[in-house]
C-alpha cells in the first residue's frame, strides 16, 4: 500500500448515459464511429459545443494527457497530475468531418493563451488537441496552420495549443458530465479570439 494520495485511483464510476441525449458515453460504440478528444480550458462550456452538433453521437468529459491513473477532479486542479480537463467527441463522418470538429475547436475557444483559458489559469485550461490516427494529426496540424495565418492578419498571439497522440481518456465525476445541461445557469468562462475560420485568408 502507499501512503500516496495521487496514486492508483479506482476507475470513475459513471452512469454512462448522456444526459441531453441518452448515448452511450463509454466504449464500445457502434461500428464507424470516430472519436477525438479535445482542450478548450474549463470543459463544461467546451462539452456544450459540440453535444448539439449534428453527426456527433455522444460527448463525455475527462482527463487526460498526465501522469496518474483515473484522476479526481481536485487532484487533477491540483496541478500536481499534468492532466488537461478535455471533451471525448463521438462522431459519424459520414454526417460531420473531422474538418468541421476541428473548425468549431478553433474558434470556439482562444487557442494563444498558454496555461489558461480566460479567467481560467492552470495547465488542466491549457488548448489541447490528442488525436488517434495520422489523418487527425494531419488534419489538425493543417487547420493550426490556416488559423495561425488568420490570427496573424489580426495581430493575435502565436497558437500554444498542445497537438500530440491520445493518451488514456479518463472519465471525469459524473456530476461534471454535461454539466450546464443540468445546471443551465452554471459557469461557462469559454470564449473564442473573435477571429473566424477562412481559409480564404492563406
Not at 460504440?29 to 477525438?36: C, D, P, R, V
Not at 498571439?157 to 491520445?166: C, G, N, Y
Request: with cysteine; proline share 5%; charged share 15%.
Amino acid at each position: 500500500m502507499t501512503n500516496n494520495p495521487l496514486h492508483r485511483n479506482p476507475e470513475m464510476p459513471i452512469s454512462g448515459v448522456h444526459y441531453v441525449n441518452g448515448s452511450i458515453m463509454k466504449p464500445p460504440f457502434e461500428s464507424g464511429l470516430k472519436t477525438i478528444i479535445l482542450g478548450m480550458g474549463c470543459f463544461w462550456g467546451a462539452e456544450k459545443c459540440f453535444w448539439s452538433l449534428p453527426g456527433v453521437y455522444t460527448t463525455a468529459v475527462g482527463y487526460t494527457g498526465g501522469s496518474e491513473s483515473d484522476p479526481t477532479y481536485a487532484q487533477v486542479c491540483s496541478g500536481l497530475t499534468g492532466h488537461n480537463e478535455v471533451v471525448l467527441v463521438v462522431y459519424d463522418e459520414n454526417i460531420i468531418s473531422l474538418k468541421q470538429l476541428l473548425v468549431t475547436f478553433w474558434q470556439s475557444h482562444d487557442p494563444t493563451q498558454g496555461m489558461r483559458q480566460g479567467n481560467d489559469r492552470g495547465s488542466q485550461y491549457r488548448s489541447g488537441l490528442y488525436l488517434h490516427d495520422s489523418q487527425q494529426m494531419q488534419l489538425a496540424l493543417s487547420t493550426k496552420d490556416v488559423y495561425q495565418d488568420c490570427l496573424d492578419k489580426n495581430g493575435l498571439p502565436k497558437i500554444t495549443t498542445e497537438i500530440m497522440s491520445a493518451t488514456e481518456f479518463y472519465y471525469a465525476e459524473e456530476y461534471h458530465q454535461q454539466y450546464l445541461a443540468k445546471n443551465p445557469a452554471g459557469y461557462c468562462g469559454l470564449g473564442g479570439t473573435g477571429i473566424s475560420y477562412s481559409e480564404t485568408e492563406i
